[in-house]
């Protein structure tokens, strides 16, 4: 891999200039709060946004392990959201609130994920024009969700066209909703060049590094590593069965970044299956991949590319004796692609998850095709040049329409002021308050718009409030909505062990007339919002 400083300097220019992109609906956000609602500081995914900011003030507090903050039931922590805790022990550190650290983890993050994918795609391509084409592709490409809207073609009442909702494929939109997922798309994009360095010119130290990221993955993202891991075997025994013999060292590489990852992958094991709360917890942490359909209009240009790169590929194995960055890079993603859609459809609750920046593979394969299209086409024109170079600019352009559409209509949305990203301020003061008067390890009731803006500011310990982390969650509901609606009382709140009760503009949309709480104590109040103290 050669990167001259020049072209260092013009990716790092296009770099900003997607970071900035990605921050205009928070800009907007931020922009468009006053003196009656505060921007909630999330563009997509509210819900998981409290949660990773509830594990930011674990970390706040001195905590390096994760506890679910969304129910109640005693349980142990577990090594998992890393990321996040770390984030609160980082802000504790600075004197930084937690949504500026949220804030500054997205763009640090995001900027060390397009640049290592363009390391990446460096490493494989020595053509600037092919290197840009995969970088813009993986790192702005989308799918073609607007040619859905635009012919009123949706295959199910259920999902909608992916470009503008599952952010896990999609480099640009995760980047845009939350810092984790730059730094696992970092990791893997760092992993994935380590690995055919390693492939064209093996060097031992290559394998450590590898082992070392793979596990920084598990403890980002407990099931994070599976996808890379999954290709780079693939490709080692391919390798062996193309030159019929055991390349034992890569072989050996390969058992050294498994045996790496088993105490971890054990720790996460006996956390999720052999605990009651965490064995409810993974039975409602269910993420579905939607209908195929939704993945081929999903990546649309992507898929059309990477036909003729699939279909070249006996022709390369023949052609391409040396051992290359390049050769070995065509291997990986196909690879990381065929596992990927295989385990998307894998019966397992969280399929979805397994597609994470997706567009990576998709993006270097769908370089090889353009390349091997423009090659194909360059025997019967002549000057093709100058097509070709319009033709790799317009298909970035085309790729990336659903991403521009979502930054946009997300920035004119939120400029709205849409009760789904704003919070009357009466609620963010009561809330304050309550972080500054109640242990962290207080019981709140809420319901569960309050609940997830509590988490948010105070990390409070909530009776209920997420699908996932609630435990028992429908049980847990039907216990909220019966004592907002007066069919609940003192004893049965202390009976769950509930310290807190907050009556905002979230709950008393969902009460029946005339509900009184006798026997409670009113410890806050403002002209919106008032909190009881629930005495033992």
């Given amino acids: 891999m050669s990167i001259s400083k020049k072209e260092w300097f013009w990716v790092l220019l296009v770099c900003v200039g997607l970071l900035a992109l990605s921050s205009l609906p928070y800009m907007v956000g931020y922009a468009s709060q006053d003196e009656q609602l505060v921007f909630s500081g999330v563009v997509a995914d509210r819900p998981d946004y409290a949660v990773h900011l509830a594990a930011m003030h674990l970390g706040e ?137 390693q492939m064209a010119a093996f060097r031992w130290w290559k394998w450590l590094a590898i082992s070392i990221l793979t596990v920084m993955m598990q403890w980002i993202q407990p099931f994070a590593p599976l996808m890379i891991d999954i290709s780079m075997t693939a490709v080692v025994l391919v390798r062996c069965v193309i030159d019929k013999r055991l390349w034992l060292r890569d072989l050996a590489g390969l058992g050294w970044v498994a045996v790496a990852q088993i105490p971890l992958l054990w720790i996460n094991y006996q956390a999720f299956f052999s605990h009651p709360v965490w064995q409810g917890f993974s039975a409602q942490n269910i993420t579905l991949t939607p209908p195929p359909i939704y993945l081929l209009f999903g990546f649309g240009v992507f898929w059309i590319l990477a036909i003729p790169a699939i279909l070249s590929l006996p022709t390369r194995l023949a052609d391409e004796k040396e051992e290359s960055p390049r050769m070995y890079g065509l291997w990986l993603s196909i690879a990381w692609c065929l596992a990927g859609v295989f385990l998307a459809y894998f019966p397992l609750l969280i399929q979805r998850r397994f597609l994470h920046a997706f567009t990576i593979p998709l993006a270097i394969l769908a370089a090889f095709g353009f390349d091997i299209f423009f090659k194909w086409l360059g025997s019967f024109l002549v000057n093709i040049q100058c097509i070709r170079r319009l033709s790799s600019m317009s298909l970035v352009l085309l790729a990336s329409i659903s991403s521009l559409f979502l930054v946009l209509g997300l920035g004119l949305l939120i400029s709205q002021r849409p009760p789904d990203f704003y919070d009357p301020v009466e609620l963010v003061t009561a809330l304050d308050w309550l972080a500054n008067t109640a242990e962290s390890e207080d019981v709140v009731l809420a319901e569960e718009e309050t609940s997830q803006l509590a988490a948010v500011r105070g990390g409070f310990l909530l009776f209920s409030g997420h699908p996932m982390e609630t435990v028992d969650y429908p049980e847990k509901r039907a216990v909220v909505e019966s004592f907002y609606a007066g069919e609940l009382g003192l004893h049965e709140l202390r009976a769950r062990g509930i310290r807190w009760v907050i009556y905002g503009p979230y709950e008393y949309s969902s009460l029946s007339a005339g509900v009184e709480l006798p026997g409670f104590e009113q410890a806050y109040q403002n002209e919106v919002v008032t909190i009881y103290r629930v005495k033992p």
């Fill in 61 to 197: 507090r001195g905590e390096w392990h994760y506890r679910l903050r969304f129910t109640t039931e005693p349980h142990p922590g577990k090594p998992v959201k890393q990321a996040y805790i770390a984030l609160g022990h980082l802000a504790r550190l600075c004197g930084l609130s937690l949504p500026v650290t949220f804030q500054i983890a997205r763009l640090a993050f995001g900027l060390t994920a397009l640049l290592a994918i363009y390391g990446l795609v460096a490493l494989i391509f020595t053509a600037r024009e092919l290197r840009l084409l995969a970088f813009g592709l993986a790192a702005f490409g989308s799918g073609l969700g607007w040619l859905q809207w635009m012919v009123g073609w949706e295959n199910s009442t259920v999902f909608s066209p992916i470009d503008f909702w599952f952010f896990d494929p999609y480099v640009f939109f995760g980047m845009m909703v939350f810092p984790h997922f730059s730094l696992v798309t970092t990791l893997n994009a760092l992993v994935a060049a380590l690995f055919l360095s």
